[in-house]
Every structure is written in structure tokens, then in C-alpha cells.
């Protein structure tokens, strides 16, 4: 669950609800917009300024001065001579010329933008937060024109006194900025060159109350295929509808301010919650997206687009490498960090079970990072996905324990409609798994379940990372484990809490009658949420084994003669009340 507060958690099960919805989109990106980075020859040695424009703002390491004062250690470090070190290191643009006493510097450091036109809302310039350093004194020169050479306005900062300085330009009505020059005069630090992290013109908006016409975001962590799940991949989704009554969002309207930026892959941050009594409203975020195409219409009032999470974009990245001996925890970490060369700002988690299986050598010939781990899963039952903080999970996959407290009650009062349903194809009481190789076959089967359920044989082949019998046998055993009886998965359609999360536990009815009440545990592996002013949530959950509670009830009522008979049959306590 999210953490929220007590006003929230009474705010969602209220009769009279107050949903709310805010949506944050940053209309800009560095590498999409195409932004190139002149420095004019003010250039350390080794130096990365293309990533000023990157949006990433901290800097993992102390990155030495090569001055003959500099001594390395844990935290003072030679930063990444490579390219491709550079993908994984921010660093930012570093200048040539030493501050002099008291920081200043005889001739102004300064570094170029150059871009597609865009209007100019806001403006940061971020230094080196790992040696908290910064520029004390400069000028953000903003040109427009084609021709980038018309001064549209010049901002002038003396005394500045923070790593990141931001400044709102709104007022100054910019709407077609196609160059930035940032010169700098003083540095926080005498004999030291600038370290500039990011120098840029974010443009992010956050559309709340009626802008916002339509939201729903849609989570899994499994894919329902009708058939038991061998490895689950799967990326989440975002639908957005903004209010477009004054065409604002229109391609082709040039007075419009977001002109030129309405495109694909812009990220998208939703987030749900509730007003509370006090009049202020406490949101729970919802996931990390990148927009698809927006679709527009003269005749309709609002522009829509789909977006995805950071699943999606990872089939569209490839990797070629051989992992030889490695576990598969040691594989998920290598394809990750190969997808970092792609995406700078990627964070990722591995599950420390996955070093329970280990691959003679796992062999990826220029395939998307998305199919590489979806091996991995597949050698491992696991799931991977992105969770609401964008950071991927790959992770095995746990049926949760029935002595865990729940993390919500979900009772009749809070659903329309409940459906329970019963698949027999997942069951599976005989089981069998190849080898990639095909010479190599573990079988092994449940007696049981087959005198309950018949034969149900299930199998597994063609997998590229299933190469010997130990990792076959550790398939076996837990296919068997876990489908050898027939599971009770639950769908609800209820009223939606949005600080539940994929994997939290839920309590809720299986049967209820006059005189019979089952109640079990789930755990969360769908959820999609509709917002439209109202809110409603459609959850999938799988029945945790073992905490199904029956309860036996009989009431007899004879005016003052009464008594009250409740059996529970999981602790085998029975009461009378007179």
C-alpha cells in the first residue's frame, strides 16, 4: 500500500467520495527535441556537455580535478573516459579555465543551446551537487528567430547561493526560444573549472480539475492468458484525455504555446486521490508513462493520447551479448544495465532469488531488451514490470503467505459486481519441462489431484534459458506446488483505492449466504482505474493457499428467548450468546 494518511484512507471509503485526479506532462526532452550543446571550444579534457539537457540533476560521484590536489577514494573518483560511461555516469559540461580568488573567472565560461522553437516558461540551471558546487554570478541569454540571433531577452543573476537556480519566465511571453547562451563570471569555489549538471528550459505542466476529462490507468504484473503464466512481461498503460475547447493543443495552431511540442513520447505522470475534509487533496501517484501519437479533432473539445510505461520502451532497444556461467539475477542485472545505455535516467530491481538458477550461457542476438528479460522470466516463473515509481521489478513470483495481515478489507458495501472465475485449465497435476537443447526431460506428478481433477498434464519446451535438469527441476516443483489444485482467483468491480498496489493483500467475501460466510486473501496482479469526476477500479486477484475462513452462523429470534450460534471452522471456536 502507499502511504498515505488517516483523513485519505476515510476519505476512499466514505459514502460521498471526492475524487480527484492531477496529471503532470513534461513537454520537453533533450534528446527527442534534438538539442545541440556548444561550448566554444571551454571544454575540459574530459567532459560530457550533451548532458545538460538530459533532465537527470545529481551526480552519483565526486569526479576528480586532475590538478595534482585531488585524491582519489570512495568518493572521489575519475569520471567515465567513454561514451558509453558516460550513458551511465552523469558528469555534465566541466570548462577549462580555473575560478580565481574569490571564484571569478578572467574570461566568462559559457556554454550554447541550440533547438527547435519553443516557448520559454521556466528556466534552470543546476551545478555539481556531489562537490556543492555552483554558479554564483551569471547571464541566460535567450535568443528567437530562425536565424537564432534576435536577443529576446537576457537574465541577469548576482549572488546566487544554490546547486539549482529556477527562475519562472512566463511573464516574458517567449514563445518561439531557438538558442540559450548561459555565460558564467563566478563560481562558488576559487580554482576550480564550472560543472554544469543541467542548464536547460523544461517545460512541464500539471492539468488538474477541468482540464482533465479523462483519465485511466491500467497495472499488471501478470498477464491472464487462460492458461497457467510461465514468466510474465507486461507493460502498463495510460489513457488521457485533456480539455481542448480553445484548440491549445492543436498541431497546427501556431499562437498556441505548446506549438511544436505536442508529440510522441512525452512523459506523463498521473496521479489519483481524494479531497479531504479539510478542503486540500492528497494524491497517491500512479505510474511513469510516455505518450503515443495525441489525437486531436476540430469538431471535439479535447486531445487524447495512450501512453505506456517504461516496459514499452524497452522493445524498442536491442542488445547483442553471451552471459556465460551466470545466474539469472547476474543476467536480469547485465540487460538492464545495457538498457541504461538507452535510457540514462532507468532504474531497475533484480530479486536475489533469481541467483538460484544458473545458465550454462544465455545467448541474446540482437533482440529487444523487453524479449531478453522476458527469458529470464520464463527460466524462472518470474514477472517484470514497472511499478508507480517507474523503477522496473523483475521478480519471482510469490503467492504470499495466509498469516500476513491484510493490507485492505474489501467488503460487499464496496463493489458492484464480483465474478469468481473458475479455469480449469489451470490446473496442472503433471507436469513436465525440456531442456533447450531437447535432451533433457523432468517429469513429476501429483496423485492426489489427479484422483480430484483427472490427468492434467502441462508442459514446457523451447525455452532458451531452461538448459540443464537443475533448473528444470526447480521449474517442476514449483508449477506443481503451486497449480496442482484449482485456484479461486477473484475480479472485482468496486469502488478503487489508488494507494493499493500491484502484490498487496486484499481480503474479501468468496460466499456469502444467511447462514454461510467465506471470506480468503488475495493478492493483487491487475488493477485498471477509471477517472471521470467518478471513480471506479476493476481489480484481478489470485486466492493466497491456505487462508480461506468458512463461517457458520444460525440465528433463531423468539422475542426475549433468543440466542445467536457462530462456528467458525478455522479455528474450530464455537459461541453462544443468550
Not at 488475495?522 to 471513480?535: C, I, N, P, R, V
Request: overall charge negative.
Amino acid at each position: 500500500m502507499q502511504t498515505v494518511s488517516a483523513d485519505f484512507t476515510a476519505a476512499a471509503t466514505a459514502t460521498i467520495r471526492k475524487p480527484r485526479a492531477r496529471v503532470t506532462v513534461t513537454w520537453t526532452d533533450g534528446y527527442i527535441d534534438n538539442v545541440e550543446a556548444i561550448t566554444g571550444g571551454q571544454e575540459n579534457y574530459t567532459n560530457w556537455p550533451d548532458q545538460v539537457v538530459n533532465g537527470i540533476e545529481t551526480v552519483p560521484h565526486k569526479w576528480a580535478h586532475l590538478d595534482g590536489t585531488t585524491q582519489l577514494s570512495e568518493d572521489v573518483r575519475l569520471m567515465p573516459g567513454t561514451a558509453a560511461g558516460a550513458l551511465l555516469y552523469e558528469v555534465g559540461w566541466w570548462g577549462t579555465d580555473e575560478s580565481g580568488a574569490g571564484g571569478s573567472f578572467a574570461t566568462p565560461q559559457t556554454i550554447d543551446l541550440r533547438f527547435q522553437p519553443r516557448p520559454m516558461l521556466t528556466l534552470r540551471v543546476v551545478g555539481d551537487d556531489a562537490w556543492d558546487e555552483y554558479p554564483v554570478d551569471f547571464t541566460v541569454q535567450i535568443y528567437t528567430g530562425a536565424g537564432m540571433s534576435t536577443l529576446a531577452y537576457t537574465q541577469t543573476v548576482t549572488g546566487n547561493s544554490s546547486v539549482t537556480y529556477t527562475a519562472d519566465l512566463s511573464a516574458q511571453n517567449i514563445l518561439d526560444c531557438t538558442r540559450m547562451v548561459l555565460s558564467i563570471t563566478k563560481w562558488s569555489a576559487a580554482s576550480r573549472v564550472v560543472k554544469i549538471v543541467e542548464f536547460n528550459a523544461p517545460i512541464t505542466i500539471t492539468y488538474d480539475g477541468a482540464d482533465i476529462m479523462g483519465l485511466g490507468v491500467t497495472e499488471e504484473s501478470e498477464v491472464k492468458t487462460g492458461t497457467i503464466p510461465t514468466g510474465n512481461i507486461s507493460a502498463n498503460e495510460c489513457y488521457l484525455e485533456l480539455e481542448n475547447i480553445t484548440n491549445r493543443f492543436f498541431p497546427g495552431n501556431t499562437n498556441a504555446v505548446l506549438y511544436n511540442l505536442v508529440k510522441k513520447n512525452r512523459k506523463i505522470e498521473p496521479e489519483l486521490g481524494f479531497e479531504l475534509p479539510d478542503g486540500s487533496i492528497e494524491y497517491v501517484p500512479m505510474g511513469v508513462f510516455w505518450s503515443g501519437d495525441w489525437e486531436t479533432s476540430e469538431l471535439g473539445t479535447s486531445a487524447n493520447t495512450t501512453a505506456r510505461d517504461r516496459m514499452e520502451r524497452l522493445r524498442k532497444t536491442y542488445i547483442t551479448a553471451t552471459y556465460t556461467g551466470y545466474t539469472l539475477e547476474q543476467i536480469a542485472n547485465a540487460v538492464l544495465a545495457d538498457a541504461v545505455l538507452y535510457m540514462p535516467d532507468l532504474e531497475y530491481n533484480v530479486d536475489s532469488g533469481l541467483s538460484a538458477y544458473t545458465i550454462p550461457s544465455a545467448e541474446f542476438d540482437n533482440v529487444t531488451h523487453f524479449e531478453a528479460l522476458k527469458q529470464v522470466t520464463e527460466a524462472c516463473l518470474g514477472r517484470c514490470y514497472a511499478d508507480r515509481s517507474g523503477i522496473v521489478q523483475v521478480l519471482l513470483t510469490s503467492f504470499g503467505d495466509p498469516d500476513v495481515t491484510e493490507d485492505l478489507e474489501i467488503t460487499r458495501s464496496m463493489y458492484f459486481q464480483r465474478v469468481q472465475p473458475a479455469n480449469s485449465e489451470e490446473v496442472a497435476n503433471v507436469v513436465s519441462v525440456t531442456t533447450a537443447d531437447e535432451l533433457t526431460t523432468v517429469l513429476d506428478e501429483d496423485p492426489t489431484s489427479i484422483k480430484i481433477y483427472g490427468r492434467q498434464e502441462f508442459t514446457i519446451k523451447d525455452r532458451p534459458l531452461i538448459q540443464n535438469s537443475t533448473v528444470a527441476q526447480l521449474i517442476v516443483d514449483e508449477l506443481l506446488a503451486s497449480y496442482k489444485d484449482k485456484g479461486k482467483d477473484t475480479e472485482l468491480d468496486w469502488r478503487g483505492n489508488p494507494a493499493l498496489e500491484l502484490d498487496d493483500i486484499i481480503k474479501t467475501i468468496i460466499y456469502k449466504d444467511d447462514s454461510l460466510e467465506v471470506t480468503g486473501k488475495f493478492k493483487a496482479f491487475m488493477q485498471s482505474f477509471t477517472f471521470d469526476g467518478t471513480l471506479r477500479c476493476s481489480l484481478k486477484a489470485r486466492i493466497v493457499p491456505g487462508s480461506e475462513t468458512d463461517t457458520i452462523q444460525n440465528v433463531y429470534d423468539a422475542g426475549e428467548d433468543a440466542w445467536q450460534n457462530t462456528w467458525d471452522t478455522s479455528d474450530d471456536a464455537i459461541q453462544n450468546n443468550w
